[in-house]
């Protein structure tokens, strides 16, 4: 079939066409770790490989796909790479990817139940599963008042429950209390709060973002947010719309729902849970704690594109009572009038969203959740978090860094200590550090800035890291790490870690037996005696004349002086 001309749609075109794109990208996840994580582009190097024009005549598509290898690849931030540390997580999976190309080939357009029964019908039934997954209220279930709907992004969701909300409220308040409509947030809420707030016209002044802080772990305080609504309503405002968070994005904070549904409730307050990360490791019954309080809520959201092996987009949207979607959204012109709608017999998602159409979304997560199941999406979601601690132990041995908050889920926020003497140069040395390790290519991590302080995120969740990959990012966060430290550090410099340690006495320090001594003592626990070779990896020594350097490998602690922590080292002079 090759040199045929390229028919609209041919189904043994389709079979061979497709057996290509499937090959290419099962030989681009089979070569991701050669890539480099981080495109290392400047802006504007597509122009210069492209033409100005397309083409007139039709292409080879083997021609296509060698400019995706060499023109396009070289531009793409790799996010399924398993060095891919940064933001939150955009799964993929074979389940989700095969759903993607089922519903890619039925090309459907959902808007309405008559224009395609199967997708309204299986978006119902597979959303049913999943809120059962997550232990829900009957509240959100398709059986009663409310029912769940899938939108783009969690951005899409705030918004639409917003407009519910103001429209519930300018029902029965009159349309001219727009201007007093008050939106409360944490000042950790995603930004994707203020922007709804922007589209549903609430007044700038009436987006009260609260701050809060370490000592709650950044969570929403309720006393702030009662005291903040109880001062609003004195005033003659009405608290519209309070907005939680169960893992946010800068640090995975969780705010305690139960206490703000009950402010929220007593208030006559729509209040809104955004899960959006941390909703998918509540399907774990460790985990689902974090979720007490849900059933104060008038909407839930949870983002399966990120943690839950679903390709992007797939954002879930859950209510209470879906008429207040329906009133605020519903467009009924004559061309959409069926009798199915007429009768009120069937849903129409086009009245639960922005949008007219819709894709067939439902598919790939009907898919994903009959592929791995329950226990295969606990497993994985247990895997992240476990290879997150693996990566917290490593910063909590390194006396150099600092973990900023605890670890609830898969994401760690830390941050490389400034020397003793210059406290200022915090912020500077972990910008420093984050463009040292993200130029490397091996892996990718982000920022985020908590109680004044520049602060690293490293959040574990793409479906091919492995302990290796967790292993290979610490080292690269050390080796650079312990290059920017240099400028700062006379004589001896120490840095460990579990996967080895290595000690330098470097010239100025006085050199072998000069200036300050280092106490060689016995490892305790699983530390190694440095010269003796023990444990796991054991220590030798490798050389003489400017300085002495011990080096190691293995899962050790070695003691100079004493072992403080696995891999833990403390110099005593």
């Not at 809060?212 to 009662?226: F, H, K, N, Q, R």
């Not at 729509?270 to 509540?282: E, L, N, P, T």
């Not at 689902?288 to 839950?308: P, Q, T, V």
């Not at 490293?458 to 302990?467: D, H, I, R, S």
Request: aromatic share 8%; proline share 4%; hydrophobic share 40%.
């Amino acid at each position: 079939m090759e040199g045929e001309k390229l028919k609209a749609m041919d189904s043994e075109q389709l079979r061979e066409y497709g057996h290509q794109m499937v090959d290419f990208v099962a030989d681009y996840y089979k070569t991701i770790e050669t890539y480099p994580v981080l495109s290392q582009v400047q802006p504007g190097y597509l122009r210069e490989l492209l033409p100005d024009s397309p083409p007139v005549h039709p292409e080879p598509l083997q021609n296509v796909l060698d400019d995706v290898r060499s023109k396009i690849l070289q531009g793409v931030t790799h996010w399924q790479s398993p060095g891919y540390f940064a933001y939150f997580p955009s799964n993929s999976s074979v389940a989700g990817f095969l759903g993607e190309m089922l519903s890619a080939g039925l090309n459907i357009v959902g808007f309405s139940w008559i224009s395609c029964p199967a997708a309204t019908e299986l978006e119902v039934i597979v959303l049913d599963w999943l809120a059962k997954l997550l232990k829900l209220p009957e509240a959100f279930m398709s059986t009663g008042k409310g029912g769940a709907v899938i939108q783009g992004t969690a951005s899409e969701a705030v918004l639409v429950a917003l407009l519910g909300a103001r429209d519930k409220m300018l029902k029965k308040f009159g349309k001219e209390s727009m201007g007093k409509l008050v939106v409360y947030t944490a000042d950790q809420t995603h930004a994707s709060v203020q922007k709804a707030c922007q589209i549903a016209g609430i007044y700038p002044e009436n987006i009260k973002i609260l701050k809060t802080d370490s000592m709650s772990e950044y969570a929403l305080s309720p006393e702030v947010v009662s005291e903040a609504i109880s001062q609003d309503a004195a005033s003659g405002l009405i608290p519209l719309f309070l907005c939680a968070t169960v893992g946010t994005t800068s640090s995975s904070a969780v705010d305690p729902l139960l206490g703000l549904g009950k402010i929220a409730k007593t208030n006559g307050t729509w209040f809104h849970i955004d899960a959006a990360y941390a909703g998918s490791a509540c399907i774990c019954p460790e985990y689902r704690h974090y979720l007490d309080g849900i059933e104060e809520a008038d909407s839930f959201c949870m983002n399966a594109h990120k943690w839950f092996l679903t390709n992007f987009d797939c954002s879930v949207l859950w209510v209470r009572d879906r008429t207040a979607l329906i009133e605020s959204l519903s467009t009924y012109p004559e061309y959409l009038r069926n009798k199915a709608s007429e009768a009120n017999a069937v849903v129409d998602y086009k009245d639960w969203q922005i949008p007219l159409g819709r894709r067939f979304r439902s598919l790939k997560l009907w898919m994903v959740l009959r592929l791995y199941g329950q226990e295969g999406l606990q497993s994985y979601i247990r895997n992240h978090i476990s290879l997150a601690k693996r990566f917290e132990e490593f910063v909590r041995q390194d006396s150099r860094f600092e973990v900023i908050t605890p670890r609830k889920f898969a994401l760690l926020c830390f941050r490389l200590l400034p020397p003793p003497n210059d406290e200022n140069q915090g912020d500077k040395l972990n910008r420093e550090l984050l463009e040292a390790v993200n130029s490397t290519g091996m892996i990718f991590i982000s920022h985020t800035v908590l109680s004044g302080k520049y602060v690293l995120r490293l959040a574990v969740g793409a479906p091919l890291t492995e302990e290796r990959h967790i292993d290979t990012a610490w080292e690269v966060l050390q080796e650079k790490a312990t290059t920017l430290l240099k400028p700062y550090r006379n004589g001896t410099h120490i840095y460990s870690n579990g996967s080895g340690a290595k000690i330098e006495r470097r010239r100025g320090s006085g050199g072998k037996g000069k200036g300050r001594a280092a106490e060689i003592g016995k490892g305790k626990g699983r530390a190694a005696e440095i010269g003796k070779g023990r444990g796991r990896g054991g220590w030798k020594r490798k050389g003489e004349g400017e300085g002495v350097v011990f080096s190691g490998s293995g899962l050790v602690g070695a003691e100079i002086g004493k072992v403080e922590g696995m891999g833990g080292l403390k110099l005593e002079k």
